[in-house]
């Protein structure tokens, strides 16, 4: 119940285009949900987080949906450039628990 | 401002000995929490202290433990070292509790 699931492993996509990673959960108490960038030697940055009460906030070229019926939020990151090729981590945290719980992470490459 | 500085940031271990890792946080961050990111995963939550005393634990064994001192800095020990802790070792401090947490750039430990 802890886990939170993130797909795809990687994902190409080209210089312009739409960049979608997803992410489910099953514990319903989380109430927390920040995306993270990380690059090669670097620790995570968060990026956008979001809390169940929004169904969607955008932050720049950052989209965070949230779906609490689905239980599963997504990041959409619009018109994707080459410094956006990282690797991104969703997380999931609850009120008075003192741990994000990260998902498995997905390289994101995009190709000028 | 000065983030959250990590040290040393590279180490080499031979299996058996112990090793410390050091963290400084943001300046009046009071909570310091510590993950594991083993490579090609998400990060994975070992402890969090927040004024000094221990508010959280994860997963992993008595081997590892941790303190946080009274300037909010914190050590990170595990003993009897074994091939796999090798990972990236990852601090993150925050003002109070878990949300907007800032990540270190790590400590590279290799365990050989």
């Known amino acids: 119940q802890q886990q939170v699931k993130q797909s795809p492993q990687s994902l190409i996509v080209q210089k312009g285009g739409i960049s979608i990673i997803n992410c489910a959960y099953e514990?319903?108490?989380?109430?927390?949900f920040p995306w993270y960038q990380q690059f090669p030697g670097k620790g995570p940055a968060l990026l956008i987080a979001?809390?169940?009460?929004?169904s969607e906030k955008k932050e720049g070229r950052f989209t965070i949906s949230f779906n609490k019926s689905a239980k599963q939020f997504s990041l959409h990151i619009m018109d994707s450039q080459p410094g956006d090729s990282a690797t991104y981590f969703c997380?999931?945290?609850?009120?008075?628990?003192?741990?994000?719980?990260f998902g498995q992470g997905t390289r994101l490459t995009i190709n000028p | 401002d000065a983030g959250v500085t990590q040290s040393p940031t590279h180490l080499i271990k031979t299996r058996g000995q112990h090793v410390t890792l050091r963290c400084s946080p943001i300046s009046g961050h009071k909570s310091v929490s510590w993950y594991q990111q083993v490579l090609g995963q998400g990060p994975q939550f070992i402890f969090q202290?927040?004024?000094?005393?221990?508010?959280g634990r994860g997963n992993f064994p008595d081997r590892f433990s941790a303190r946080q001192f009274p300037n909010y800095s914190s050590e990170l020990n595990v003993n009897a070292l074994l091939l796999g802790d090798s990972a990236l070792y990852l601090c993150?401090?925050?003002?109070?509790?878990?949300?907007?947490?800032?990540f270190g750039s790590g400590t590279r430990l290799t365990v050989v």
């Open positions: 997380a999931a945290s609850y009120q008075g628990a003192q741990k994000l719980v």
């Open positions: 993150a401090s925050s003002p109070d509790r878990v949300t907007g947490y800032t």
């Open positions: 514990n319903t108490a989380f109430d927390y």
């Open positions: 202290y927040y004024e000094k005393e221990e508010r």
């Open positions: 979001i809390r169940p009460d929004v």
